[in-house]
């Protein structure tokens, strides 16, 4: 089947015909393909020498890549599927306050008022939300990835527009043990 889009008049010496594309363009091809997300939140580090010891808030943007070998239709998946992986994850954190377990203080204010907060197994670095995302992506959602042939998972996670943290990981076939797979469980909602 062939399919006619008209002279090429700009560079006739181009044929205008579309055929179907040939195998080498579409199935088996080694891909990267990546969504962005965004969300506001607050954190604070009580650790940390500087002005990040204080509650302060940032908009977050992250970028999860999925690197892996496109199907016969030339993708490797679906961006809604993406999307509805990882998006549990940014609503909760969306309008949140990001509480290390250990900040009893925060944690406490937290709860007192009720304002919408988190409570992370880790501190809220750039560094450690993105190892979460790529580790809740690569082990908890470890059967849908392999199902699209996706081997790798990168997320990268910036606090402001000049700095970001990125972690990689590959993608293995599921461990059934419980205490392997990161959940949203750990992750635990208050507010």
């Not at 809604?80 to 992986?85: A, C, G, I, N, P």
């Not at 988190?118 to 580790?135: I, W, Y």
Request: net charge negative; with cysteine.
């Amino acid at each position: 089947m062939q399919v006619k889009i008209g002279p090429n008049e700009e560079h006739p010496s181009v044929p205008c015909d579309i055929s179907p594309l040939p195998t080498r363009y579409t199935h088996n091809r080694h891909m990267k393909i990546a969504k962005h997300f965004r969300w506001e939140a607050a954190h604070r580090l009580p650790w940390h020498k500087g002005l990040c010891r204080n509650l302060h808030g940032h908009s977050y943007h992250m970028t999860v890549e999925l690197e892996g070998d496109s199907d016969e239709w030339g993708i490797v998946m679906d961006f809604k599927v993406l999307k509805h992986l990882v998006a549990p994850l940014v609503d909760r954190w969306d309008h949140a306050m990001l509480i290390a377990e250990s900040d009893e203080i925060l944690h406490r204010v937290a709860e007192q008022t009720g304002w919408k907060h988190n409570l992370l197994p880790f501190d809220s670095t750039a560094e450690n939300l993105s190892t979460f995302v790529a580790e809740y992506l690569a082990e908890t959602h470890a059967e849908t990835l392999l199902t699209h042939r996706v081997h790798t998972v990168r997320v990268r996670i910036s606090e402001t527009e000049s700095c970001y943290a990125e972690a990689e990981l590959p993608v293995k076939a599921p461990d059934t043990s419980a205490s392997s797979r990161h959940t949203l469980a750990e992750v635990t909602p208050g507010g």
